[in-house]
């Protein structure tokens, strides 16, 4: 049993030898499950703020304090970005539907922002403390690569340089 989206439609599969009170209550459960996957996968604005404190709580010491996070159509060659001086977020709609541990990851990055301003070691170090941040930033550098983009957080030889001095 399941249901997925097609477009515009929702297809539901169920085995023909439920009865019709099972198919409505099954159809019911897979709807609910189904939009309930959706919002995940296209949290709101005053998700994204939810989940924002709960990251920098758990990865940043409750440190980073947001002003608003919220969904921006205009970032097509970033994935976030942050202004440390108003405290606010702005990830790129090219995220939706993105893994949430790689929507977590550029979240923690621009919540690093508003601790450290730029890119250097302890910038680095900060978002290190996201356990898929390794992963995350790898899953960003496939899509980008696949679409003929910049990597859209930071230039991939300053990354080098910061990851040089905080092993060296």
């Known amino acids: 049993m399941s249901a997925y ?3 515009d439609k929702v297809v539901v599969l ?3 030898r439920l009865s019709k ?3 409505e209550q099954w159809i019911a459960t897979l709807l609910q499950r189904l939009a309930e996957r959706e919002r995940r996968r296209r949290p709101s604005d005053d998700d994204l703020f939810t989940r924002a404190l709960e990251l920098s709580r758990r990865h940043l010491g409750g440190r980073a304090e947001p002003a608003s996070v919220r969904w921006v159509d205009n970032q097509h060659a970033r994935w976030g970005s942050c202004t ?3 405290a606010t977020i702005r990830l790129s709609t090219r995220l939706r539907g993105m893994p949430p541990w790689v929507l977590d990851y550029v979240l923690v990055h621009e919540l690093a922002h508003l601790l450290i ?3 250097g070691p302890d910038f680095w170090a900060l978002v290190g403390r ?3 941040a390794e992963r995350a930033r790898g899953y960003l550098e496939g899509v980008a690569a696949t679409a003929h983009l910049p990597l859209g957080l930071d230039d991939a030889d300053e990354l080098d340089d910061a990851r040089r001095s905080v092993a060296g």
């Open 130 to 132: 996201y356990p898929k």
């Open 117 to 119: 301003p730029g890119h």
């Open 5 to 7: 989206r097609d477009g």
């Open 14 to 16: 169920l085995p023909s």
């Open 84 to 86: 440390p001086d108003d």
């Open 21 to 23: 009170a099972e198919e």
